[in-house]
């Protein structure tokens, strides 16, 4: 009877300790969260502008970027459409909509006004960013980057990356160059919100793609594709 009695006391003390440790997980994962104000639609240049004067940009300046820009610019880079209901509702086209791609925010020391230095996954559901790590690794990029000091300029940087498997599983083979082809789309957006803001950007493709896991801390089903520095023009 009394070893009854402490098997059960053991499980509720097992149990009161599993509870307390996923409550203070979700508590912690919840504080990591950041919402981002809600993107606007209309205003700035239109489309045919922004296409004008879209270019490759590489001289930046220390000018702090604004957290209403940085919300621009993540929506547009792979956003939930601000009308969408139901179906593919994303801001860029996907391969059966698998969506493969993530988008890693390199924020640099007082890059952002009102947030810290560090590395943000971009959570597209909720809009939101979470924070992954606290580190400024702007130089280390550059230097994944084959050494491309600029990219240690820009206040912010953003990492495009495929998980393959999401459209492979779908597509086979073929699958590889839809993924390649979606860069290309969430790229092309990203000059254009650019130049809407009055910023400058460049697409990257010269890296070590070993060392940028590395620096960013990148699991072993993401591959970076693409960097895109982003910054006030110089």
Not at 145 to 153: D, T, W
Request: with cysteine; proline share 4%.
């Amino acid at each position: 009877m009394l070893n009854k009695i402490s098997k059960f006391k053991f499980f509720l003390i097992s149990l009161y300790i599993l509870l307390s440790i996923l409550y203070f997980s979700e508590e912690v994962s919840a504080q990591m969260k950041i919402e981002l104000p809600k993107p606007r639609i209309g205003g700035g240049l239109s489309l045919s502008e922004a296409l004008n004067k879209r270019e490759s940009w590489r001289n930046f300046t220390p000018q702090v970027l604004k957290l209403e820009e940085i919300s621009q610019i993540l929506w547009s880079a792979g956003g939930k459409r601000l009308d969408a209901i139901s179906g593919a509702t994303r801001v860029y086209p996907s391969a059966g909509a698998t969506y493969p791609l993530e988008i890693y925010l390199v924020v640099g020391k007082n890059g952002i006004e009102g947030l810290g230095e560090g590395i943000y996954l971009y959570l597209w559901q909720g809009h939101a960013l979470e924070k992954i790590s606290a580190r400024d690794v702007r130089k280390n990029l550059a230097n994944a980057c084959l050494g491309q000091s600029f990219i240690r300029e820009a206040p912010i940087s953003l990492a495009i990356l495929a998980e393959y498997e999401k459209t492979t599983l779908h597509y086979g083979q073929r699958g590889i160059q839809y993924v390649h082809m979606e860069v290309g789309s969430i790229s092309q957006n990203l000059h254009l919100v650019c130049e809407e803001l009055g910023l400058g950007t460049v697409i990257v493709g010269a890296f070590s793609d070993s060392a940028v896991k590395r620096v960013l801390g990148l699991p072993d089903n993401l591959t970076p594709l693409a960097i895109m520095p982003i910054g006030y023009k110089r």
